[in-house]
């Protein structure tokens, strides 16, 4: 299989013109999805500043593999640009194996300092040193919210015995562990279908992701506890970014941040027009859960986290980037 598709990318570079470079750029969600729409936009936005020069052809629903394999693909110099999942790309590059724990962000403007700021500076060497490709800029999935069938979640004593579907991190089951829920590991293909047999009493999700894959009716009880958001980096191979000249690699760079930019302000919006959809039309009852217990716990979470990690500096970076 990976054999195929390095064959197929070598044979889509042989015929490409020799009057303009074409990047090929990667990614597993599927065509359309707000990962494909912020791709697209840094596609335009490279050809029309390099005047043509440089064009960059996306490739959706991991047809060039899955992430792992697109960033595998980077290194090698075999793809261009992958969008990845950090929870994906830090088995190559660890630091970015911290973004799995709670309650790193205070909120969106936070997210951002730390992302276009120092972090964001020391994530891309980091990649950089340890496997050759480089983070361009960070997108989000915007905050997960809690949501389950059985009853409404007010207080953190109302998560005591949820059964509650986690991603495979590590951090994952320590967070509802912690939470006092009943962490239960499972494939994300499988959520609707437990969900209706009971395996499960809830899971989590962003409210887009919810509304989409339509949870909403087999569990309406939903607590917005925004304590993750998933960082969705865009990366690059350092073999691609020296063959570019220096003129076209600041444009790369500052077209994928202005990109990364437009995608969390569309990310917000359609989370909160899912929210608003899904309670107005779709009897989703939404509980106002206080966070501020959860916050407390979660602060123990990341030191664990950073601690195992050897990144207790990085994680006071991004805890110092909130004020």
């Known amino acids: 299989m990976r054999r195929a598709i390095l064959a197929a990318i070598t044979l889509a570079a042989c015929s490409a013109s020799t009057d303009e470079t074409v990047l090929r750029l990667g990614h597993d969600q599927t065509d359309g999805h707000p990962y494909d729409l912020a791709a697209e936009r840094f596609a335009e936005g ?11 052809s996306i490739f959706p629903a991991a047809q060039l593999g899955d992430s792992p394999e697109q960033l595998e693909g ?16 830090s088995q190559f590059c660890p630091e970015l194996g911290l973004f799995g724990a709670p309650f790193l962000f205070e909120d ?22 340890r496997y050759s490709i480089t983070l361009l800029s960070t997108m989000t999935s915007g905050y997960r919210v809690l949501f389950n069938g059985r009853r409404p979640v007010e207080t953190v004593a109302d998560l005591r015995g949820l059964k509650i579907r986690v991603m495979a991190g590590e951090a ?12 239960v590991p499972m494939p994300y293909s499988e959520v609707y ?10 899971a989590e999700n962003e409210p887009a992701s919810i509304f989409a894959n339509k949870f909403y009716e087999a569990a309406r009880y939903f607590a917005p506890t925004n304590h993750l958001v998933l960082p969705m980096g865009l990366f690059i191979s350092e073999q691609t970014l020296a063959r570019l000249t220096e003129e076209q690699r600041a444009i790369v760079i500052a077209e994928a941040r202005e990109a990364a930019v437009w995608q969390r302000a569309m990310m917000a919006q359609r989370n909160a027009a899912a929210l608003s959809t899904m309670r107005d039309s779709a009897g989703v009852e939404i509980s106002g859960i206080a966070s501020e217990e959860l ?24 805890r110092a980037a909130a004020n």
Do not use: M, N, Y
Not at 298 to 311: C, E, K, N
């Open 46 to 56: 490279v050809e029309k500043a390099t005047a043509g020069a440089v064009r960059v």
């Open 74 to 89: 980077l290194h090698l110099g075999s793809l261009d640009l992958a969008l990845a999942a950090f929870s994906h790309a």
């Open 108 to 129: 969106e403007q936070h997210f951002a300092r730390v992302f276009d700021g120092e972090v964001g500076g020391i994530l891309a060497e980091a990649c950089s040193q």
């Open 172 to 183: 994952d089951a320590l967070t509802w562990q912690e939470f006092g829920a009943i962490p």
């Open 193 to 202: 279908s437990a969900l209706q047999a009971g395996v499960i009493d809830g």
């Open 295 to 318: 916050r407390q716990r979660a602060r123990g979470i990341q030191d664990r986290v950073a601690t195992q990690l050897g990144l207790a500096d990085l994680l006071a970076k991004v």
